[in-house]
Protein backbone atom coordinates (compact mmCIF):
# COMPACT_ATOMS: atom_id res chain seq x y z
CA UNK A 1 0.00 0.00 0.00
CA UNK A 2 1.26 3.26 -1.05
CA UNK A 3 1.01 5.81 2.08
CA UNK A 4 -1.35 8.08 -0.30
CA UNK A 5 -3.64 4.76 -0.06
CA UNK A 6 -2.89 4.51 3.14
CA UNK A 7 -4.67 8.22 3.79
CA UNK A 8 -6.90 7.52 1.79
CA UNK A 9 -7.98 3.73 3.86
CA UNK A 10 -7.51 5.71 7.07
CA UNK A 11 -9.69 8.45 6.30
CA UNK A 12 -12.52 6.30 5.11
CA UNK A 13 -12.33 3.79 8.68
CA UNK A 14 -12.45 6.53 10.46
CA UNK A 15 -15.28 7.98 8.25
CA UNK A 16 -17.32 4.71 9.05
CA UNK A 17 -16.08 4.31 12.82
CA UNK A 18 -17.63 7.79 13.68
CA UNK A 19 -20.93 7.22 11.88
CA UNK A 20 -21.13 3.62 13.85
CA UNK A 21 -20.40 5.33 17.07
CA UNK A 22 -23.22 7.77 15.73
CA UNK A 23 -25.48 5.37 15.23
CA UNK A 24 -25.13 3.40 18.55
CA UNK A 25 -25.06 6.56 20.52
CA UNK A 26 -27.93 8.17 18.94
CA UNK A 27 -29.97 4.61 19.81
CA UNK A 28 -30.80 4.30 16.00
CA UNK A 29 -28.91 1.31 15.89
CA UNK A 30 -28.57 -0.88 19.50
CA UNK A 31 -24.72 -2.69 19.06
CA UNK A 32 -21.95 -0.82 18.07
CA UNK A 33 -21.20 -1.81 14.72
CA UNK A 34 -17.36 -1.65 14.89
CA UNK A 35 -16.05 -4.94 14.76
CA UNK A 36 -16.31 -5.36 11.10
CA UNK A 37 -15.09 -2.28 10.33
CA UNK A 38 -12.20 -2.81 12.39
CA UNK A 39 -12.21 -6.30 10.51
CA UNK A 40 -12.17 -4.63 6.99
CA UNK A 41 -9.49 -2.31 7.91
CA UNK A 42 -7.72 -4.58 10.08
CA UNK A 43 -4.36 -3.52 8.08
CA UNK A 44 -4.63 0.38 8.56
CA UNK A 45 -3.47 -1.14 12.38
CA UNK A 46 -0.18 -3.98 12.34
CA UNK A 47 2.84 -4.28 13.15
CA UNK A 48 3.99 -4.13 9.77
CA UNK A 49 1.83 -1.01 9.07
CA UNK A 50 3.33 0.79 12.10
CA UNK A 51 6.96 -0.25 10.90
CA UNK A 52 6.68 0.86 7.26
CA UNK A 53 4.81 4.54 8.30
CA UNK A 54 7.92 4.88 11.02
CA UNK A 55 10.36 3.75 7.56
CA UNK A 56 8.89 6.23 5.53
CA UNK A 57 9.02 8.41 8.30
CA UNK A 58 12.45 8.00 8.32
CA UNK A 59 13.04 8.54 4.86
CA UNK A 60 11.37 11.94 4.38
CA UNK A 61 13.64 15.01 4.05
CA UNK A 62 13.52 17.52 7.19
CA UNK A 63 12.26 19.84 4.51
CA UNK A 64 8.65 18.32 4.38
CA UNK A 65 7.91 19.69 7.55
CA UNK A 66 3.84 18.98 6.93
CA UNK A 67 4.72 15.17 5.73
CA UNK A 68 6.97 14.74 8.37
CA UNK A 69 4.24 16.19 11.08
CA UNK A 70 1.45 14.01 9.17
CA UNK A 71 3.48 10.40 9.52
CA UNK A 72 4.16 11.20 13.35
CA UNK A 73 0.32 11.50 13.51
CA UNK A 74 -0.06 8.51 11.66
CA UNK A 75 1.90 6.54 13.24
CA UNK A 76 0.64 7.64 16.65
CA UNK A 77 -2.91 6.58 15.13
CA UNK A 78 -1.75 3.53 14.40
CA UNK A 79 -0.61 2.82 17.98
CA UNK A 80 -3.92 3.35 19.27
CA UNK A 81 -5.66 1.91 16.44
CA UNK A 82 -3.62 -1.39 17.20
CA UNK A 83 -4.79 -1.56 20.94
CA UNK A 84 -8.37 -0.61 19.58
CA UNK A 85 -8.14 -4.05 17.30
CA UNK A 86 -6.83 -5.87 19.60
CA UNK A 87 -9.40 -5.04 22.24
CA UNK A 88 -12.76 -4.91 20.36
CA UNK A 89 -14.09 -7.89 21.25
CA UNK A 90 -13.86 -7.15 25.06
CA UNK A 91 -14.98 -3.71 24.16
CA UNK A 92 -18.63 -4.54 22.71
CA UNK A 93 -18.91 -7.07 25.85
CA UNK A 94 -18.99 -4.51 27.87
CA UNK A 95 -21.23 -2.12 26.03
CA UNK A 96 -23.61 -5.48 25.88
CA UNK A 97 -22.63 -6.29 29.47
CA UNK A 98 -23.57 -2.15 30.11
CA UNK A 99 -26.62 -2.92 28.15
CA UNK A 100 -28.20 -5.48 29.77
CA UNK A 101 -27.81 -4.14 33.20
CA UNK A 102 -31.34 -2.46 34.37
CA UNK A 103 -32.13 -0.51 37.35
CA UNK A 104 -35.58 -0.44 38.79
CA UNK A 105 -36.62 2.59 40.22
CA UNK A 106 -40.07 3.86 40.96
CA UNK A 107 -41.88 1.21 39.12
CA UNK A 108 -39.85 2.09 36.08
CA UNK A 109 -36.90 0.23 34.30
CA UNK A 110 -33.81 1.87 34.00
CA UNK A 111 -30.57 1.54 31.82
CA UNK A 112 -27.14 2.67 33.42
CA UNK A 113 -27.36 5.93 30.55
CA UNK A 114 -30.81 7.11 32.25
CA UNK A 115 -29.69 7.62 35.12
CA UNK A 116 -27.70 11.09 35.16
CA UNK A 117 -30.63 12.67 33.77
CA UNK A 118 -32.82 11.60 36.76
CA UNK A 119 -30.21 12.37 39.45
CA UNK A 120 -29.66 15.68 37.72
CA UNK A 121 -33.50 16.42 38.29
CA UNK A 122 -33.62 14.97 41.59
CA UNK A 123 -34.46 17.62 43.96
CA UNK A 124 -34.06 14.52 47.13
CA UNK A 125 -31.18 13.89 48.42
CA UNK A 126 -32.03 10.53 49.96
CA UNK A 127 -33.73 9.39 46.51
CA UNK A 128 -30.14 10.15 44.50
CA UNK A 129 -28.21 8.42 47.19
CA UNK A 130 -30.95 5.23 46.71
CA UNK A 131 -30.64 5.63 43.09
CA UNK A 132 -27.01 6.06 42.74
CA UNK A 133 -26.23 3.13 44.86
CA UNK A 134 -28.55 1.23 42.49
CA UNK A 135 -26.67 2.38 39.47
CA UNK A 136 -23.14 1.90 40.69
CA UNK A 137 -24.19 -1.84 41.91
CA UNK A 138 -25.34 -2.21 37.96
CA UNK A 139 -22.20 -0.90 36.84
CA UNK A 140 -20.20 -3.22 38.74
CA UNK A 141 -21.40 -6.25 37.38
CA UNK A 142 -19.40 -5.24 34.54
CA UNK A 143 -16.37 -4.05 36.28
CA UNK A 144 -14.67 -7.47 35.17
CA UNK A 145 -15.01 -7.00 31.70
CA UNK A 146 -13.19 -3.28 32.15
CA UNK A 147 -10.60 -5.04 34.18
CA UNK A 148 -10.12 -7.86 31.55
CA UNK A 149 -9.87 -4.93 28.88
CA UNK A 150 -7.07 -2.93 30.11
CA UNK A 151 -5.10 -6.10 30.81
CA UNK A 152 -5.39 -6.26 26.85
CA UNK A 153 -4.16 -3.07 26.56
CA UNK A 154 -1.50 -3.66 28.57
CA UNK A 155 -0.60 -6.74 26.18
CA UNK A 156 -1.39 -5.29 23.28
CA UNK A 157 0.94 -2.64 24.37
CA UNK A 158 4.07 -4.99 25.00
CA UNK A 159 3.41 -6.48 21.56
CA UNK A 160 4.53 -3.71 19.80
CA UNK A 161 7.28 -2.82 21.70
CA UNK A 162 6.50 -0.40 24.51
CA UNK A 163 6.39 -1.09 28.56
CA UNK A 164 3.06 -0.61 29.19
CA UNK A 165 -0.20 1.06 27.64
CA UNK A 166 1.66 4.46 29.08
CA UNK A 167 4.09 4.45 27.26
CA UNK A 168 2.58 3.89 24.35
CA UNK A 169 -0.08 6.73 24.96
CA UNK A 170 2.93 8.75 25.67
CA UNK A 171 4.42 8.08 22.38
CA UNK A 172 1.21 8.48 20.35
CA UNK A 173 0.32 11.78 22.04
CA UNK A 174 3.33 13.32 22.08
CA UNK A 175 2.65 15.03 25.48
CA UNK A 176 4.92 14.56 28.53
CA UNK A 177 2.40 13.38 31.31
CA UNK A 178 4.33 13.38 34.36
CA UNK A 179 5.48 17.14 33.35
CA UNK A 180 1.52 18.20 32.98
CA UNK A 181 0.87 16.41 36.38
CA UNK A 182 3.16 18.67 37.99
CA UNK A 183 1.75 21.75 36.51
CA UNK A 184 -1.84 20.52 37.61
CA UNK A 185 -1.22 19.02 40.91
CA UNK A 186 0.13 23.12 41.75
CA UNK A 187 -3.04 23.78 40.12
CA UNK A 188 -5.10 21.77 42.75
CA UNK A 189 -3.28 23.31 45.27
CA UNK A 190 -3.69 27.11 44.28
CA UNK A 191 -7.41 26.81 43.67
CA UNK A 192 -8.24 24.83 46.69
CA UNK A 193 -9.55 27.13 49.29
CA UNK A 194 -10.91 29.38 46.59
CA UNK A 195 -12.68 25.93 45.43
CA UNK A 196 -14.23 24.96 48.52
CA UNK A 197 -15.41 28.54 49.55
CA UNK A 198 -17.20 29.08 46.53
CA UNK A 199 -18.53 25.42 46.62
CA UNK A 200 -19.43 25.90 50.24
CA UNK A 201 -22.04 28.89 49.45
CA UNK A 202 -23.48 27.19 46.78
CA UNK A 203 -24.30 23.73 48.97
CA UNK A 204 -25.78 26.26 52.11
CA UNK A 205 -27.54 28.22 49.83
CA UNK A 206 -29.07 26.12 47.07
CA UNK A 207 -29.06 22.16 48.27
CA UNK A 208 -31.21 22.18 51.24
CA UNK A 209 -31.15 18.87 52.17
CA UNK A 210 -27.29 18.20 51.71
CA UNK A 211 -25.08 18.77 54.90
CA UNK A 212 -21.45 20.08 54.19
CA UNK A 213 -19.70 17.19 55.67
CA UNK A 214 -21.56 14.74 53.92
CA UNK A 215 -21.44 16.00 50.07
CA UNK A 216 -21.58 13.06 47.96
CA UNK A 217 -21.33 12.43 44.15
CA UNK A 218 -24.90 11.66 43.32
CA UNK A 219 -25.20 15.01 44.60
CA UNK A 220 -23.01 16.30 41.84
CA UNK A 221 -25.80 15.95 39.63
CA UNK A 222 -27.66 18.23 41.10
CA UNK A 223 -25.51 20.79 42.26
CA UNK A 224 -24.13 20.54 38.15
CA UNK A 225 -27.68 21.00 37.01
CA UNK A 226 -28.22 23.90 39.12
CA UNK A 227 -32.48 24.11 38.97
CA UNK A 228 -32.41 27.44 40.50
CA UNK A 229 -30.84 28.99 37.73
CA UNK A 230 -33.61 27.63 35.21
CA UNK A 231 -35.57 31.08 35.35
CA UNK A 232 -32.90 32.55 32.95
CA UNK A 233 -32.47 29.78 30.57
CA UNK A 234 -35.72 28.45 29.29
CA UNK A 235 -35.60 25.19 27.05
CA UNK A 236 -36.76 26.81 24.24
CA UNK A 237 -34.39 29.51 23.82
CA UNK A 238 -31.36 27.21 23.40
CA UNK A 239 -31.11 27.41 19.42
CA UNK A 240 -32.17 30.88 18.74
CA UNK A 241 -29.12 32.03 21.13
CA UNK A 242 -26.86 29.69 19.38
CA UNK A 243 -28.09 30.82 16.04
CA UNK A 244 -27.26 34.43 17.14
CA UNK A 245 -24.16 34.36 18.70
CA UNK A 246 -22.43 32.34 15.55
CA UNK A 247 -24.32 35.63 13.61
CA UNK A 248 -22.45 37.39 15.59
CA UNK A 249 -19.15 36.47 14.24
CA UNK A 250 -20.39 36.20 10.94
CA UNK A 251 -21.62 32.87 10.72
CA UNK A 252 -25.03 31.58 9.23
CA UNK A 253 -25.82 28.63 10.61
CA UNK A 254 -28.83 28.51 8.49
CA UNK A 255 -26.94 28.01 5.50
CA UNK A 256 -24.20 25.41 7.13
CA UNK A 257 -25.92 22.83 5.83
CA UNK A 258 -22.86 19.83 7.01
CA UNK A 259 -24.00 20.49 10.59
CA UNK A 260 -26.96 18.58 11.70
CA UNK A 261 -28.06 18.74 15.42
CA UNK A 262 -29.63 15.40 16.44
CA UNK A 263 -31.69 16.42 20.27
CA UNK A 264 -34.12 13.75 19.24
CA UNK A 265 -34.95 11.79 22.06
CA UNK A 266 -35.04 8.23 21.36
CA UNK A 267 -35.11 5.17 23.97
CA UNK A 268 -31.68 4.06 24.33
CA UNK A 269 -30.18 7.50 23.35
CA UNK A 270 -26.95 7.90 25.49
CA UNK A 271 -27.49 11.19 26.82
CA UNK A 272 -23.77 12.41 27.08
CA UNK A 273 -23.46 14.70 24.54
CA UNK A 274 -20.70 14.70 21.47
CA UNK A 275 -20.06 15.73 17.76
CA UNK A 276 -19.18 12.97 14.82
CA UNK A 277 -16.72 13.94 11.90
CA UNK A 278 -18.61 11.31 9.60
CA UNK A 279 -17.21 13.12 6.74
CA UNK A 280 -15.33 16.38 6.95
CA UNK A 281 -16.37 18.65 6.01
CA UNK A 282 -19.69 18.10 4.17
CA UNK A 283 -20.98 15.70 7.36
CA UNK A 284 -20.79 16.62 10.94
CA UNK A 285 -23.24 15.58 13.60
CA UNK A 286 -24.13 17.34 17.07
CA UNK A 287 -25.55 14.81 19.04
CA UNK A 288 -27.49 16.08 22.13
CA UNK A 289 -30.03 14.91 24.55
CA UNK A 290 -31.70 17.64 26.81
CA UNK A 291 -31.28 17.35 30.57
CA UNK A 292 -32.57 20.60 31.71
CA UNK A 293 -31.37 24.36 32.31
CA UNK A 294 -27.94 26.00 32.07
CA UNK A 295 -26.78 22.40 32.00
CA UNK A 296 -27.91 22.04 28.14
CA UNK A 297 -26.90 25.70 27.09
CA UNK A 298 -23.02 24.84 28.27
CA UNK A 299 -23.19 21.66 26.61
CA UNK A 300 -24.92 22.46 23.95
CA UNK A 301 -21.96 25.40 23.19
CA UNK A 302 -19.54 23.24 24.13
CA UNK A 303 -20.73 20.47 21.61
CA UNK A 304 -21.07 23.26 18.81
CA UNK A 305 -17.86 24.72 19.12
CA UNK A 306 -16.81 21.37 17.83
CA UNK A 307 -18.82 21.41 15.37
CA UNK A 308 -17.85 24.54 13.58
CA UNK A 309 -14.31 23.41 14.09
CA UNK A 310 -14.73 20.33 12.33
CA UNK A 311 -17.24 21.92 9.38
CA UNK A 312 -14.53 24.40 8.87
CA UNK A 313 -11.71 22.06 8.20
CA UNK A 314 -10.58 22.78 4.51
CA UNK A 315 -11.66 20.30 2.46
CA UNK A 316 -8.19 19.74 0.14
CA UNK A 317 -6.01 19.55 3.83
CA UNK A 318 -9.40 17.01 4.64
CA UNK A 319 -8.35 14.95 1.51
CA UNK A 320 -4.57 15.32 1.72
CA UNK A 321 -3.92 15.15 5.37
CA UNK A 322 -6.77 13.05 6.85
CA UNK A 323 -4.40 12.41 9.81
CA UNK A 324 -5.48 16.58 10.42
CA UNK A 325 -8.65 15.56 10.73
CA UNK A 326 -8.42 12.47 12.62
CA UNK A 327 -5.41 13.39 15.03
CA UNK A 328 -4.37 11.09 17.94
CA UNK A 329 -4.73 14.59 19.96
CA UNK A 330 -7.93 15.90 20.99
CA UNK A 331 -6.61 18.92 22.57
CA UNK A 332 -7.07 21.45 19.98
CA UNK A 333 -10.56 20.49 19.25
CA UNK A 334 -11.35 20.39 22.91
CA UNK A 335 -10.16 24.15 22.83
CA UNK A 336 -12.37 25.36 20.46
CA UNK A 337 -15.49 23.76 22.22
CA UNK A 338 -14.34 25.76 25.67
CA UNK A 339 -14.12 28.88 23.86
CA UNK A 340 -17.60 28.79 23.54
CA UNK A 341 -18.71 27.09 26.08
CA UNK A 342 -17.12 29.94 27.88
CA UNK A 343 -19.43 32.57 27.00
CA UNK A 344 -21.88 31.31 29.77
CA UNK A 345 -18.93 32.24 32.03
CA UNK A 346 -18.65 35.57 30.58
CA UNK A 347 -20.59 38.31 32.56
CA UNK A 348 -20.95 41.05 29.62
CA UNK A 349 -22.33 37.93 27.35
CA UNK A 350 -24.90 37.03 29.64
CA UNK A 351 -26.20 40.20 29.86
CA UNK A 352 -26.15 41.05 26.48
CA UNK A 353 -27.62 38.02 25.26
CA UNK A 354 -29.84 36.50 28.41
CA UNK A 355 -33.55 39.30 29.04
CA UNK A 356 -33.19 37.32 32.45
CA UNK A 357 -29.81 38.77 33.34
CA UNK A 358 -29.75 42.23 32.47
CA UNK A 359 -29.06 43.51 35.69
CA UNK A 360 -25.20 43.23 36.23
CA UNK A 361 -25.76 41.39 39.98
CA UNK A 362 -27.79 38.69 38.03
CA UNK A 363 -25.17 37.77 35.39
CA UNK A 364 -22.64 38.33 38.27
CA UNK A 365 -24.39 35.23 40.09
CA UNK A 366 -24.91 33.12 36.70
CA UNK A 367 -21.15 34.00 35.89
CA UNK A 368 -19.73 32.90 39.03
CA UNK A 369 -22.20 29.58 39.00
CA UNK A 370 -20.76 28.73 35.62
CA UNK A 371 -17.13 29.08 36.69
CA UNK A 372 -17.44 27.24 39.79
CA UNK A 373 -18.73 24.28 37.86
CA UNK A 374 -15.58 25.00 35.15
CA UNK A 375 -13.11 24.97 38.20
CA UNK A 376 -14.58 21.60 39.48
CA UNK A 377 -14.26 20.28 36.21
CA UNK A 378 -10.96 21.35 36.21
CA UNK A 379 -9.98 19.91 39.23
CA UNK A 380 -11.85 16.90 38.50
CA UNK A 381 -9.38 16.21 35.39
CA UNK A 382 -6.31 17.17 37.31
CA UNK A 383 -7.31 13.92 39.86
CA UNK A 384 -8.48 12.07 36.75
CA UNK A 385 -4.92 12.69 35.18
CA UNK A 386 -3.07 11.61 38.39
CA UNK A 387 -5.07 8.66 39.06
CA UNK A 388 -4.90 7.38 35.19
CA UNK A 389 -1.04 7.60 34.94
CA UNK A 390 -1.31 5.15 38.18
CA UNK A 391 -3.53 3.45 36.48
CA UNK A 392 -2.09 2.80 33.17
CA UNK A 393 1.19 1.43 34.40
CA UNK A 394 -0.85 -0.81 36.76
CA UNK A 395 -0.14 -4.59 36.92
CA UNK A 396 -3.25 -5.63 38.39
CA UNK A 397 -6.73 -3.97 37.53
CA UNK A 398 -8.63 -5.96 39.79
CA UNK A 399 -6.77 -4.55 43.13
CA UNK A 400 -9.05 -2.62 45.98
CA UNK A 401 -5.79 -0.24 45.80
CA UNK A 402 -6.29 1.31 42.34
CA UNK A 403 -10.28 1.83 43.87
CA UNK A 404 -9.15 3.47 46.49
CA UNK A 405 -6.61 5.88 45.16
CA UNK A 406 -9.09 6.66 42.14
CA UNK A 407 -11.62 7.54 45.10
CA UNK A 408 -9.56 9.89 47.06
CA UNK A 409 -7.88 11.48 44.46
CA UNK A 410 -11.83 12.43 43.17
CA UNK A 411 -13.37 13.68 46.54
CA UNK A 412 -10.24 15.14 47.69
CA UNK A 413 -10.06 17.16 44.64
CA UNK A 414 -13.83 17.86 43.88
CA UNK A 415 -15.37 17.63 47.37
CA UNK A 416 -18.02 15.25 46.59
CA UNK A 417 -17.48 11.85 48.21
CA UNK A 418 -17.19 9.63 45.01
CA UNK A 419 -17.59 5.82 45.23
CA UNK A 420 -14.33 3.58 44.19
CA UNK A 421 -16.75 1.37 42.14
CA UNK A 422 -16.24 3.98 38.75
CA UNK A 423 -12.36 3.00 39.04
CA UNK A 424 -12.66 1.52 35.83
CA UNK A 425 -15.93 2.94 34.34
CA UNK A 426 -14.80 6.73 34.65
CA UNK A 427 -12.06 6.47 32.00
CA UNK A 428 -11.75 7.90 28.71
CA UNK A 429 -9.70 6.00 26.28
CA UNK A 430 -5.86 7.37 25.28
CA UNK A 431 -5.51 9.30 28.30
CA UNK A 432 -8.12 11.77 27.17
CA UNK A 433 -8.28 14.05 30.50
CA UNK A 434 -4.64 15.27 29.78
CA UNK A 435 -6.49 16.56 26.47
CA UNK A 436 -9.19 18.62 28.49
CA UNK A 437 -6.82 20.17 30.67
CA UNK A 438 -4.11 21.00 27.86
CA UNK A 439 -7.14 22.84 26.15
CA UNK A 440 -8.69 24.57 29.57
CA UNK A 441 -4.47 25.95 29.72
CA UNK A 442 -5.06 26.97 25.86
CA UNK A 443 -8.70 28.45 25.94
CA UNK A 444 -7.99 31.04 28.44
CA UNK A 445 -4.72 32.32 27.09
CA UNK A 446 -6.35 32.20 23.36
CA UNK A 447 -9.72 33.82 25.32
CA UNK A 448 -6.86 36.64 26.09
CA UNK A 449 -5.31 37.33 22.92
CA UNK A 450 -9.50 37.21 21.15
CA UNK A 451 -9.80 40.44 23.82
CA UNK A 452 -6.95 41.85 23.45
CA UNK A 453 -6.95 42.22 19.69
CA UNK A 454 -10.64 42.60 19.15
CA UNK A 455 -12.05 44.20 22.74
CA UNK A 456 -14.38 42.79 25.67
CA UNK A 457 -16.94 41.99 23.26
CA UNK A 458 -14.67 39.91 21.00
CA UNK A 459 -17.81 37.71 20.27
CA UNK A 460 -19.36 40.08 18.43
CA UNK A 461 -16.24 40.52 16.26
CA UNK A 462 -16.35 39.66 12.59
CA UNK A 463 -13.09 39.85 12.23
CA UNK A 464 -12.88 37.53 14.82
CA UNK A 465 -15.10 35.04 13.58
CA UNK A 466 -12.69 35.21 10.32
CA UNK A 467 -9.60 34.55 12.17
CA UNK A 468 -11.28 31.64 14.06
CA UNK A 469 -12.21 29.79 10.90
CA UNK A 470 -8.35 30.55 9.41
CA UNK A 471 -7.28 28.79 12.76
CA UNK A 472 -10.05 25.94 11.79
CA UNK A 473 -9.32 25.34 8.49
CA UNK A 474 -6.44 23.79 10.00
CA UNK A 475 -8.49 21.28 11.65
CA UNK A 476 -5.52 19.58 14.20
CA UNK A 477 -2.63 19.68 12.35
CA UNK A 478 -1.17 22.45 15.50
CA UNK A 479 -1.15 21.29 19.21
CA UNK A 480 -2.66 23.48 21.47
CA UNK A 481 1.20 24.69 22.90
CA UNK A 482 2.14 25.40 19.33
CA UNK A 483 -0.84 27.56 18.52
CA UNK A 484 -0.28 29.03 22.00
CA UNK A 485 3.07 29.90 20.17
CA UNK A 486 1.86 31.44 17.08
CA UNK A 487 -0.13 33.74 18.82
CA UNK A 488 2.44 35.01 20.87
CA UNK A 489 2.48 32.87 24.46
CA UNK A 490 5.58 31.55 25.65
CA UNK A 491 4.02 28.65 26.71
CA UNK A 492 -0.09 27.45 27.98
CA UNK A 493 -0.23 28.07 31.73
CA UNK A 494 -2.32 26.69 34.38
CA UNK A 495 -0.99 29.84 36.80
CA UNK A 496 -3.03 32.09 34.17
CA UNK A 497 -5.96 29.46 34.47
CA UNK A 498 -5.51 29.27 38.29
CA UNK A 499 -5.83 33.08 38.25
CA UNK A 500 -8.88 33.30 35.65
CA UNK A 501 -11.04 30.94 37.60
CA UNK A 502 -9.78 32.30 41.22
CA UNK A 503 -11.16 35.39 40.36
CA UNK A 504 -14.32 34.01 38.46
CA UNK A 505 -15.69 31.89 41.37
CA UNK A 506 -15.05 34.33 44.35
CA UNK A 507 -17.65 36.56 46.05
CA UNK A 508 -17.51 40.44 45.91
ZN1 LIG B 1 -15.52 18.21 23.92
Redesign the pocket.
Known amino acids: MTITEYRREFSAYNSEIELAHYQHRSGLSAEPRTEPILDRYSDLFTKDAIATLKEILNNASSSQETEQRGLRYLIGAAYVGYLERRTKEVTNEITRCESLSKIFWNGETLSVHDVAKILSNEASSSQRRELYARWTDALRSCADLRAARFEEFQSASREIGFSSSYALYKEASGVDYEKLANATNDFLTRTETPYFNALRVVVERDMADVSWSDLRHADFFYFNRSVWLDAAFAANRLKQLYAIAMQEVGIRIEQQQNIKIDDMPRPSKNPR???FRIKIPDDVRLLFLPIGGILDYRTFF??A??AQHFAWISRSMAERNPEFVYSPD?AT??GF??LFQHLFNDLLWLQDHLPALQREEQAQSVARANSLATLHSVRRHCAKLSYEIELHNAKDFRSERLAQSYSAQQSQATGFKRNGALYLWDVDDGFYCAS?LR?WAFEAAFREYLKTRYGRRWWTARKAGEELIDIWNTGSRYSVEELASLLGFDEISFDFLADDLIKAVREE
Open positions: AACHEGHYTEAFYA
